[in-house]
Structures are given as structure tokens and as C-alpha cells.
């Protein structure tokens, strides 16, 4: 059975599977914003329309200039593109063929692109439950790579990793020669984490990713934004096709990054529901991992894979992502997106039964 590599489009899950599809879904495998995108796009939508017909700004320059004034760098720092995974792409045909270093648990698309590009693709994997990143064991591995990625806020266990750590492997990557890709798509969800966006302009060897479209509900417009040293930006510019992000997302995302009750909002109720939910395992004999963001990881210590967990939800119209493409995970933890109070509601309701029955 092959699985999908990515959440959402549950329909897939249902055919590798070969189970029915319920009628009622609850998608708990796409962690983007629950409460849904900003009321004001779908307020604009028709005033957009006419932009169809005709092409969109290749360098995305209004939202780039807007990009530029909020996160206090200059426009010559970022690139926009079509979603966080196209920033991906990019960087890793920027170093093809070179040797990559993956901080593991993470997103598979790091892997999934180098290897698309011919790199040496290797792991780091940190310890299980724990995910903290030991300086002493990955310094050491630094001035053997070209580069190398690390997720924080991580996906997929949603933990933020301790910023001096991460300062330290920045500064050991300058003097190494190795670029250090810090992916911050689930930067917006955290209540009190630093961005490494400022540190860009000290470290040539930094590139920053971040992306519109967890916060802002627009996985289907694709936004992202890469962010590192202008030399770097002009590199990867050059690889980058024409017209890729569409007129309607740049539209969008000037809407979005001005959202700041909305954003502070999802926030607030993210962090309530992560409170109940964390109580709600600890009470049910659960592992969650220590997440700052809107999803995280769930794991019954009573079985060795979360396989029949994973079965008995999805029979009851409950889809989680399963881990089996995550080194160091491999099948035996769930991933839960924070969706509504009802949601979240009906899954606790099914965890309890499965624990009762079991």
C-alpha cells in the first residue's frame, strides 16, 4: 500500500487504503488555517476577475514592496513564489548535484526536490519524542555539507527549536561553507517565537522560506516567499519561470498580510484548543508532542504503529497524515491538524472509544 506524501485530498488516503469513503469527512491531515481564509477575499473575489485576462507582474512587485515594509528588510531580500514548495524547488536546483544534510522529522518535500536535482541527500535524526536539536552531535557534521534544511516551527511535530542552537548552526555554516534553509511556514501560528528573517542580512549562507498560504487558508492560490542575501535571491530569480505566481494570489496576499486581528484571533483559538486537546491526552493515557503551532503529534504508547489507530479513524470519517514517509516517525505517530471546537471534539469522542475498546 503506497500512501499519499502529503495531507489533504482525503480521497486518495481512501484509495491506497481501499476502504469506503464516509459520507462526513473531517480532513485533519491539511494543517492550514480551521476558521478558514479572510472574509475580505471572498469580498474582493469579483472586483479581481477582469485580472484573468491578463498577465500578472513577473517579480510580484506591489506584494514584494509590502513584504519588504512588514518584515523590515529590503525588497532586493525576497523573492514571492508559487507556494513554499516552488521556493523549495529553487533552492534545491541551486545546489544540484551537491551534498544535502536534512534535519529529520520534516517536511518531505526538502527530499523530495534535492533528490529531483541529483543531490547526496543524508539525515539527521533527532531523537524520538524529544526533538532537540544536541549541538554537539550535529556541529560536528556541518563542514561536510553544502547545505542544509531545518523546519521550525517543525513539521511535522510542531515543535519551535531553541533559537541560540539554531543561531550557533548558522554561524558554524558561515565558517563552514554551508548554507543553512530555515523553513518558517508555520511561523505565523506561534504566540511568541523570533523569526530569523533579521539575520539574513549578517549570513550569507542563511536562506529564510516562509509561506502565505498555512496562515491564510490560500493552499489553493500557493504564496510563498524565500528570503536571503541579494546575490543568493538574484541566483535563485534566474531559475525561476515567468509568471509564476498568479495575479489573483498577489492580489490575495496584500489582503492577507494586513490581517492582523484575523491573524491574532486564529492565534488566541489555536492556543486554547491546543490546551484542551494536550489535557484531553494526558487524561487518555496519549503521547502528544510539545507543539507551538496549529497541529501536532499523537502516538497510543500500547502499539508499536499507528496503523490500526490510523484504520480504525479513518472508517469513522476521521483522516489524520499518517507518518510513514517521516525518518525517525516512520508510521508509528499520527499528525493532527487544530481544526474547530466541534472537530476537535469528535476526534477526542473517537479516541476515547478506541481506547475502550482496546
Known sequence: MTLPPHGSNPKYVYQATKLPTPQQLIDFSVNVNPFGSPPILREKWHEWFPLLEDYPDPHASILKREISIKEGIGEEYLLIGNGGAEIIALVAQLYQGKRILIIQPAFSEYEQACLAQKCIVEHHVLEEGIWKLKME?????????????????????????DRQS??????????SQCSIIIDEAFYDFTVD??????????????????????????????????????????QL????????????AIKAGLECISQDSYIRHTKQLIHVE?????DFYKENGFCMSESAVNFYLVKDPTITEAAPLYEYLLKKGLVPRHTMNFPGLDGRWLRFAIRKQNENNQLMEALSEWKNQN
Open 166 to 175: 539554531i543561531i550557533e548552526l548558522v554561524e558554524e555554516g558561515y565558517r
Open 137 to 161: 552531535e550535529l556541529l560536528p557534521k556541518v563542514k561536510h555539507y553544502d547545505a542544509i534544511f531545518l523546519c521550525t516551527p517543525n513539521n511535522p511535530t510542531g515543535v519551535v527549536y
Open 274 to 278: 491546543r490546551n484542551r486537546l494536550k
Open 237 to 248: 530569480a534566474a531559475l525561476k519561470p515567468h509568471w509564476s505566481v498568479n495575479a489573483i
Open 193 to 234: 517565537s523570533e523569526t530569523y528573517i533579521s539575520l539574513v542580512k549578517q549570513y550569507p549562507n542563511l536562506i529564510v522560506l516562509r509561506s502565505l498560504t498555512k496562515m491564510f487558508a490560500i493552499a489553493g492560490l500557493r504564496l510563498g516567499i524565500g528570503v536571503a542575501q541579494p546575490q543568493v535571491i538574484q
